[in-house]
């Protein structure tokens, strides 16, 4: 879970932290899962090419002052101090903190202090190296200048660099938050949208049996208990196993036997090998119950309903097949609320998912084609 931004990071605040003058940067720390989580974003290449070419055009412009025995290789110092902050950069943006961007600085300005340290005290060096930079007093100078400068510019980048990135992970956190809020809302959605006439028939048709003492109640009530056992808590998981779903589904289906009788003929036909299958909750269940809803109840004759699943080439085919009064030319299809469907879909196995509603003769089918690539050897949550 994401921490919240603490209110010492306001920038209000960090005006009056004193210890921002002397250890700056964000105070936010990211975990490793956080980290995994937010922070994949690739290392932008363009900053490579700017840094570049405005490093080319320095050099460019002060090659010609240079000794011309010193200039190739403070050009190849340059470019390889370019090449090791460059480096520096990369680390920052991948973990970027507080603590991170201070060690480096720091160790930068030691490096510094101990390159430039012949310069500085002139006592410590030997007199022929103080022979020798007197001798290329410009080179020197040059070196020295443009070193600082590239510090500070280095180090004010850095910093910049890391309050930037910490606030992208921060806001691509949030973003994640909010897309995970909104899917279990929409989870929620579809539990309460679960068909209510069919909680109610069924509850009527229990007591009607107990008071008339059918048989048919017993095992009615124990199908009906068994499935809302199963499908209450259900949209509460991002995912099920099939076999998990099925036995929702048989459950179900059990209910609607015992209420329609003879009315109602199902079977399922699930290739082995395939129970671990993540599905969205209550896939198939919707597939069923608007089989049923859409199909058989309506027809005089009643029907039967067909749950299928197998392995076809890279694909994991589900479908629910009924022989019932089939799709309505006047009707859209989205009105047979599959639309929450293919969008839990989607989210759960990306756009390669496939939910297509065709019409049969008589009848209608439901297919449902995910990528076995999706799928193998994904966990169920």
Do not use: C
């Amino acid at each position: 879970m994401q921490q919240a931004p603490s209110s010492r990071d306001h920038p209000a605040h960090l005006a009056l932290d004193w210890t921002q003058w002397v250890w700056p940067g964000p105070r936010r720390v990211f975990s490793e899962e956080e980290l995994a989580r937010a922070g994949q974003q690739p290392w932008p290449v363009s900053i490579d090419l700017y840094v570049l070419s405005n490093v080319l055009v320095l050099l460019a412009i002060n090659f010609p002052e240079l000794p011309r025995q010193w200039a190739g290789w403070i050009s190849a110092g340059v470019l390889a101090v370019l090449a090791l902050v460059l480096g520096l950069a990369r680390t920052l943006w991948r973990r970027p903190s507080r603590r991170r961007l201070n060690l480096i600085s720091y160790a930068v300005v030691l490096v510094f202090m101990l390159a430039t340290l012949p310069i500085s005290h002139p006592e410590l060096a030997s007199p022929e190296l103080i022979a020798r930079l007197k001798t290329h007093r410009e080179a020197v100078k040059f070196v020295a200048m443009f070193g600082l400068s590239a510090f500070l510019v280095t180090y004010t980048s850095f910093l910049l660099l890391t309050v930037m990135r910490v606030q992208q992970i921060e806001a691509r956190l949030r973003e994640l938050d909010e897309q995970a809020h909104a899917l279990k809302l929409a989870r929620r959605l579809a539990s309460a949208q679960m068909q209510p006439h069919f909680l109610f028939n069924t509850l009527a048709s229990v007591q009607h049996w107990v008071d008339t003492q059918d048989p048919r109640a017993g095992s009615t009530l124990r199908a009906f208990t068994q499935y809302l056992r199963a499908t209450l808590p259900m949209f509460e998981r991002e995912s099920l196993s099939l076999a998990e779903e099925l036995q929702i589904v048989r459950s179900y289906l059990e209910v609607m036997q015992a209420r329609l009788g003879e009315r109602l003929h199902w079977v399922l036909e699930i290739e082995p090998g395939l129970d671990g299958v993540p599905v969205p909750p209550g896939l198939l269940l919707t597939l069923a119950e608007n089989a049923i809803g859409h199909g058989i109840e309506p027809a005089l004759r009643g029907g039967r309903v067909v749950v299928r699943a197998w392995r076809q080439d890279q694909q994991v085919m589900l479908e629910v097949e009924d022989d019932g009064m089939g799709l309505s030319s006047v009707e859209p299809v989205e009105r047979l609320g599959l639309s929450n469907s293919r969008d839990r879909l989607r989210q759960l196995h990306g756009e390669q998912a496939r939910l297509s509603l065709l019409p049969r003769a008589p009848g209608a089918l439901a297919q449902v084609q995910i990528p076995w690539a999706a799928v193998a050897g994904v966990p169920v949550a």
